[in-house]
């Protein structure tokens, strides 16, 4: 769906397979054939949000009702942007090619905090006001789901509503109930209302934020009928779970070029730093025939040479072993190469990997997050040094040349001594590889900054201070030179902190975000385009000081801006996951 | 080339896949398009693993590939043969001038630009050599073959290119193109913006260049 105008646009710019769609699976159904149009929007580039599995879901979940269509948009690079504004055209649907404005939905998936200035930009570059009160009846209802939307409060002023959870299967039912609302003529507004006593349904606009003594203190409600507590969606049987086995298959390399199957959804393991491991709860698997039924499809429709087992933690899959030999029998001869990411760093994810990688042993990624065991008991990582050392020697013996090991610095309790724990354990695993004979073995470290998120254990934790996170970086930095076989890589202080300031943000970041976005942020994630010097100057403009939101303690009394949103784990759960964290008996040193 | 191969493993046909660890499917094409360059049609080769009737791989194939790429036709020659990569010699490319405004003006000046490269015995290209910061230049004269302005005064002005390629070296298109701007610069400051085509490919038989043609 390319006129004159957008080929012209598309010429001057850099990967135009980004915007023109027509990928095998695409689905195009006729506007006028179904009765309510959504637009599913990722607020990054193309390549990323189609790596993205949940799109792909609600892609497939959404299409398959008659009704109901729903096409893609994903953010537009700097240089489209840039083309768009000037030939004034606007945000379109990969699909029809037709405006964001001429869809009843526009829903943007909202995965990370440091996406937000692409919202509002999307938002603009489709004509669309950005705040919902100055929208009306003849503007799409925007929406907006994904993890960032169990503390969505900085996005609130923006968004008409939100779907809490897992939405594949309750995505198809809203927008049902919006078509026989609209068909009995009820307003925006009345609309919302009679949305918002649907499970998981969140209408800002009916929550009044408090503040007491400049902090939050609360909501009071504005509409009588809306719920004190909106509790999240969640499938309760994957198997029975709709399931993209035709997913599009994209032209341009994407992130993640590959098949997926989900195995399991959520994590048995409560990391307590995790945020995934709390709102993707409960812990729900795929039956193995199902898992190698869809293989199976998915390879036939796709023609995809790889297939990845995705999970938060693969190799918890019971009698995974067993099912990655059914499933290369099930692919027998069709040249497809099978992989499973987020291993557990133990001897029998060695063994699994060693089964899927058969001769082409390149690099292992493992995530031990913390060099001592004592801080990987505070965070609930619960690996021990000993299982570390089997497990790589284990690997080295079976012919890996590298692992990738992440860490996070500032995590609760953290000393500088647990910082430098992770030089240490580098050089005395070269050393254990070393009298095993292998001198070569490469390391690849990479670091990122602690940033507490809702609805985790830690949620209550302060971030540590911009300038100690530098110190600490520049501790490994300095550590690192001097071992010229680690190559090393951190997460840059400052994105880290702005995503702090997100994740635990109150209403009272809408305009700020807003400001941000007019002095020119956009992907803030990407190194290239995050400039902090804007962000000072919007948090300058609107007398924010951005530390009283990352670097902030809360106590278990405190009202939390998100305290509304239930992800299924009692709050109470949580702060006895706190508490134990923190019963942690110290090896060395005090507990901070 | 991604497409093909998940449109060919999409289809129920008997692919031959490489020896090792990390198989291949067993698909060459003549000769690589060039970034930025469209063709009308391309050659290619695909090893089975059993004997297929053509016209099943036609349809299986085609039922696999997205609108505006057809399958034109299917030819089975034996194992023994050259591959096509081997036997590609040269290609002919036609280049519209986009976005001209002084159409006649550019036309006289590509004219001129056309005349001095062909007079010209040597046209020298740097190439990096196979040590790194050795470079030596190549004489890529004798790879034109053909060199002409294709249009009349009023049109936009084409020049068509046979040029010399395949796996004993050749030369880009757009370097001809470059060669040509640099000769005579366009009026504007810019550089003159072209659309590339691919129209043929060719072959030397007896030592005459023939088109590469279905069956051939």
């Known amino acids: ?592 | 080339m991604r497409l093909l191969q998940r449109a060919l493993r999409r289809s129920t046909l008997p692919l031959a896949y490489s020896q090792g660890y990390n198989p291949r499917l067993r698909l060459n094409l003549a000769l690589p398009l060039p970034l930025g360059v469209t063709a009308n049609r391309e050659y290619g080769e695909l090893y089975l693993s059993e004997k297929i009737d053509p016209a099943q791989l036609i349809s299986s194939l085609s039922a696999q590939l997205p609108a505006g790429l057809e399958l034109l036709g299917v030819f089975e020659v034996s194992a023994e043969s050259s591959s096509l990569a081997a036997l590609v010699a040269a290609a002919c490319y036609r280049a519209k001038l986009v976005d001209a405004k002084e159409k006649s003006l550019a036309v006289v000046q590509i004219e001129r630009a056309v005349s001095k490269l062909m007079a010209a015995e040597e046209l020298l290209m740097p190439r990096s050599g196979k040590k790194k910061k050795q470079i030596s230049d190549i004489n890529i004269r004798p790879y034109i073959f053909e060199l002409r302005l294709d249009s009349g005064l009023r049109a936009v002005p084409e020049v068509v290119m046979l040029l010399k390629a395949g796996s004993d070296g050749g030369v880009s298109p757009f370097y001809l193109l470059q060669l040509l701007d640099a000769c005579e610069p366009d009026c504007g400051s810019e550089a003159r913006q072209w659309s590339v085509e691919r129209e043929s490919l060719y072959l030397i038989s007896n030592g005459a260049l023939i088109p590469l043609t279905e069956g051939a």
């Open chain 1, 1 to 592: 769906m390319v006129d004159s105008t957008l080929e012209t646009i598309l010429n001057k710019v850099q990967k135009p397979g980004r915007y023109v769609g027509n990928e095998w699976n695409s689905c195009l159904k006729e506007h006028d054939q179904v009765q309510l149009r959504m637009v599913l929007a990722f607020p990054d580039l193309y390549e990323v949000g189609m790596s993205n599995q949940g799109i792909k879901i609600l892609y497939d979940s959404v299409n398959k009702d008659v009704d109901l269509l729903i096409e893609r948009v994903f953010a537009p690079a700097a240089d489209m942007e840039e083309q768009l504004r000037q030939e004034g055209y606007p945000l379109f649907a990969l699909e029809s090619g037709k405006p964001l404005n001429a869809f009843d939905i526009v829903g943007f998936s909202l995965q990370y905090e440091l996406s937000y200035t692409n919202v509002l930009n999307m938002l603009d570059l489709a004509g669309i006001p950005i705040y919902s009160k100055q929208r009306g009846d003849n503007h799409p209802l925007i929406i907006g789901g994904g993890p960032c939307s169990f503390n969505p409060e900085p996005l609130a002023p923006f968004f008409d509503l939100f779907l809490l959870g897992e939405a594949e299967e309750a995505l198809p039912l809203l927008l049902k109930e919006i078509i026989i609302n609209k068909q009995n003529g009820l307003t925006r507004e009345e609309l919302l209302v009679q949305l918002s006593s649907r499970q998981g349904v969140y209408v800002p606009s009916f929550y009044n934020p408090l503040y007491s003594s400049g902090r939050f203190s609360g909501f009071e409600k504005l509409i009588e009928q809306a719920p004190d507590a909106i509790e999240k969606n969640y499938v309760a049987d994957l198997d029975s779970a709709p399931y993209p086995t035709a997913p599009v298959v994209p032209y341009i390399q994407t992130a993640h070029d590959r098949a997926v199957v989900e195995i399991f959804r959520g994590c048995s393991r409560g990391c307590r730093f995790c945020q995934a491991g709390y709102i993707f709860k409960p812990v729900r698997r795929r039956s193995s025939e199902k898992i190698i039924e869809t293989a199976r499809d998915l390879i036939a429709l796709t023609g995809y040479d790889e297939i990845s087992l995705s999970s938060l933690s693969s190799s918890d899959y019971p009698g995974v072993d067993e099912l990655i030999n059914r499933l290369d029998e099930a692919l027998a001869g069709k040249g497809v190469r099978c992989s499973l990411p987020s291993l557990r760093l133990d001897s029998y994810a060695v063994t699994l990997a060693e089964k899927l990688h058969q001769g082409r042993r390149s690099t292992l990624t493992f995530a031990p997050e913390a060099a001592t065991e004592r801080l990987r008991k505070v965070i609930g990582k619960r690996i021990s040094e000993a299982e570390i050392y089997q497990a790589l020697t284990a690997a080295v013996t079976a012919g890996w040349q590298g692992f990738k090991l992440y860490f996070m610095i500032g995590l609760p309790t953290e000393e500088d001594a647990d910082v430098e724990a992770i030089v240490e354990l580098c050089r005395e695993l070269r050393q254990t590889f070393r009298r095993q004979g292998r001198h070569n073995i490469r390391f690849v470290i990479s670091i990122a900054t602690f940033v507490p998120k809702a609805h985790s254990p830690f949620q209550w934790e302060p971030q540590l201070s911009m300038p100690s996170v530098i110190r600490r970086q520049q501790l490994l930095i300095e550590k690192f030179r001097k071992m010229p076989w680690v190559e090393f890589s951190w997460h840059d202080a400052e994105t880290s902190f702005l995503e702090a300031v997100f994740a635990r943000g109150d209403r009272r970041l809408a305009p700020l975000l807003e400001k941000a976005w007019q002095l020119g942020c956009r992907f803030d994630g990407w190194s290239e385009h995050f400039s902090y010097s804007r962000w000072q100057k919007a948090f300058e403009a609107l007398g924010i000081n951005p530390e009283d939101y990352a670097n902030r303690s809360y106590s278990y009394a405190d009202p939390l801006p998100w305290d509304h949103l239930h992800c299924g784990v009692e709050k109470e759960a949580l702060v006895k996951e706190h508490r134990l964290a923190f019963s942690v008996p110290a090896e060395q040193g005090s507990e901070g």
